[in-house]
T-cell receptor, first 114, second 116 residues
Framework: EPEVTQTPSHQVTQMGQEVILRCVPISNHLYFYWYRQILGQKVEFLVSFYNNEISEKSEIFDDQFSVERPDGSNFTLKIRSTKLEDSAMYFC????????????FGQGTRLTVV | AQTVTQSQPEMSVQEAETVTLSCTYDTSENNYYLFWYKQPPSRQMILVIRQEAYKQQNATENRFSVNFQKAAKSFSLKISDSQLGDTAMYFCAFMNLNQAGTALIFGKGTTLSVSS
C-alpha cells in the first residue's frame, strides 16, 4: 500500500541551526502539507503546496520556514534558525487534491531543539 | 474561520464496551468533510472515518460510526466493542471543500484509554 515516508524519524539540533525535514509523498498525489504537533497539543496546519508553489499557509509559517520540492519526489520543510519552541512532531501529508480526497500522513519527524 | 472543538480531553472505557467521543465545529461553509483521525502511541496519524457534509446518512466503518448532526454542527464518534488497540488520541478534523487541497483543521484531541 502506498505511504508517505518521512526522514529522519528523530532529529536533535542546536538552537539557531538550520534543519531540513524530508518527506516523500505518495507518487500520484498533487497536494502536499506540513503540520506540526507540539507535545501534548493539537495538530496545527503549517503549509500546503501545489503545482510547485505554496497554496496556503498559517500564521505559524513565518519567514524562518520554507518548503521545496527539489526533485519531483521529495518535499522538504526547512527551518532556518531553530528556536526551542520549534520542538515538536512534524507531519507531512499528501492528497490527490480531488473533491473526494483523503490526506495520508507520514509517521512524523520528532524535532528536538536544544 | 472554521473551528473544531473537542470538549473531552480524556475518556476511558472497558474492553468490549461502547464509547462516544464528542466534536463540534463552527463554519459558514456548506461543502465540507469531517474526519476522525486516530493517533496511537506510535504518533502516526491514521484516518478512522470520514463524513461528507452533503450526505445525511451517518458514515460507518466496522466498529466505528459517527453521529453527524449538521444543523447542530456536531460530529461524534462512536466506538463499539472497544479493543485495547483502540487506545490512542483521537482528533476530529474539518476540511473546507470549496477550496481544493485546503488544510485540515484539527480539534485538540481526546485521549482514549481502553482497559481490560
Amino acid at each position: 500500500e502506498p505511504e508517505v515516508t518521512q526522514t529522519p524519524s528523530h532529529q536533535v539540533t542546536q538552537m539557531g541551526q538550520e534543519v531540513i525535514l524530508r518527506c516523500v509523498p505518495i507518487s500520484n498525489h498533487l497536494y502536499f502539507y506540513w503540520y506540526r504537533q507540539i507535545l501534548g497539543q493539537k495538530v496545527e496546519f503549517l503549509v500546503s503546496f501545489y503545482n510547485n508553489e505554496i497554496s496556503e499557509k498559517s500564521e505559524i509559517f513565518d519567514d524562518q520556514f520554507s518548503v521545496e520540492r527539489p526533485d519531483g519526489s521529495n518535499f522538504t520543510l526547512k527551518i532556518r534558525s531553530t528556536k526551542l519552541e520549534d520542538s515538536a512532531m512534524y507531519f507531512c501529508a499528501s492528497s490527490e487534491g480531488s473533491v473526494n480526497t483523503e490526506a495520508f500522513f507520514g509517521q512524523g519527524t520528532r524535532l528536538t531543539v536544544v | 474561520a472554521q473551528t473544531v472543538t473537542q470538549s473531552q480531553p480524556e475518556m476511558s472505557v472497558q474492553e468490549a464496551e461502547t464509547v462516544t467521543l464528542s466534536c463540534t465545529y463552527d463554519t459558514s461553509e456548506n461543502n465540507y468533510y469531517l474526519f476522525w483521525y486516530k493517533q496511537p502511541p506510535s504518533r502516526q496519524m491514521i484516518l478512522v472515518i470520514r463524513q461528507e457534509a452533503y450526505k445525511q446518512q451517518n458514515a460507518t466503518e466496522n466498529r466505528f460510526s459517527v453521529n453527524f448532526q449538521k444543523a447542530a454542527k456536531s460530529f461524534s464518534l462512536k466506538i463499539s466493542d472497544s479493543q485495547l488497540g483502540d487506545t490512542a488520541m483521537y482528533f476530529c478534523a474539518f476540511m473546507n471543500l470549496n477550496q481544493a487541497g485546503t488544510a485540515l483543521i484539527f480539534g485538540k484531541g481526546t485521549t482514549l484509554s481502553v482497559s481490560s
